[in-house]
């Protein structure tokens, strides 16, 4: 019996293909966490940069240095994307593709968990323990920290939860 095939299972390759699927709606999400922050937060609104609360951007070379980190970060997010993408692709390139077609719903919750639970981990580390930056650079950024924690995280993570379990409600049904 391969690696791919359990016990009962009548169709070899299937669980990957679950895995790589659900694996690339996360890496998509997560992704997709981060360019949103850079594009709005950082380009749009200039609330702040990567490591705008320890290296504040007000000279040249700070801001160059800030700069700097927000282009490693948007390095990542667009290679968690790749990632996804090709793994999506492996996915879909196998024999077995009913999974990720008929699961439509499943895998937009995925991408909304991997978004929702990415802002969530970045928010706690560098908001709250690492202190790196706030939301926007205010004398008592707590509050702007939070809201974004339960609405740019911990809300999305729900929401793809229900997704999920609603996907799995009408399966069953």
């Given at each position: 019996?391969?690696?791919?095939?359990?016990?009962?299972?009548?169709?070899?390759?299937?669980?990957?293909?679950?895995?790589?699927?659900?694996?690339?709606?996360?890496?998509?999400?997560?992704?997709?966490?981060g360019?949103?922050?850079?594009?709005?937060?950082?380009?749009?609104?200039?609330?702040?940069?990567?490591?705008?609360?320890?290296?504040?951007?007000?000279?040249?070379?700070?801001?160059?240095?800030?700069?700097?980190?927000?282009?490693?970060?948007?390095?990542?997010?667009?290679?968690?994307?790749?990632?996804?993408?090709?793994?999506?692709?492996?996915?879909?390139?196998?024999?077995?593709?009913?999974?990720?077609?008929?699961?439509?719903?499943?895998?937009?919750?995925?991408?909304?968990?991997?978004?929702?639970?990415?802002?969530?981990?970045?928010?706690?580390?560098?908001?709250?323990i690492?202190?790196?930056?706030?939301?926007?650079?205010?004398?008592?950024?707590?509050?702007?920290?939070?809201?974004?924690?339960v609405?740019?995280?911990?809300?999305?993570?729900?929401?793809?939860?229900?997704?999920?379990?609603?996907?799995?409600?009408?399966?069953?049904?």
């Amino acid at each position: 019996m391969s690696d791919n095939e359990y016990k009962g299972d009548s169709r070899p390759g299937e669980i990957e293909n679950k895995k790589k699927s659900i694996a690339s709606a996360i890496l998509i999400g997560i992704g997709l966490a981060g360019l949103i922050d850079i594009i709005i937060f950082h380009a749009i609104l200039q609330w702040h940069h990567t490591s705008s609360h320890k290296i504040i951007p007000n000279t040249i070379e700070s801001l160059q240095i800030n700069l700097l980190h927000d282009g490693v970060f948007l390095a990542f997010s667009l290679l968690m994307i790749v990632l996804g993408i090709i793994l999506l692709w492996y996915a879909q390139s196998s024999k077995n593709k009913d999974y990720f077609w008929s699961d439509k719903r499943s895998f937009i919750g995925l991408i909304l968990i991997g978004f929702g639970g990415f802002n969530t981990i970045e928010g706690i580390i560098n908001h709250h323990i690492l202190q790196m930056h706030h939301v926007i650079e205010v004398a008592d950024p707590f509050v702007f920290d939070l809201i974004f924690l339960v609405i740019g995280g911990i809300a999305i993570v729900v929401l793809g939860t229900i997704l999920l379990r609603l996907q799995k409600t009408n399966t069953y049904t």
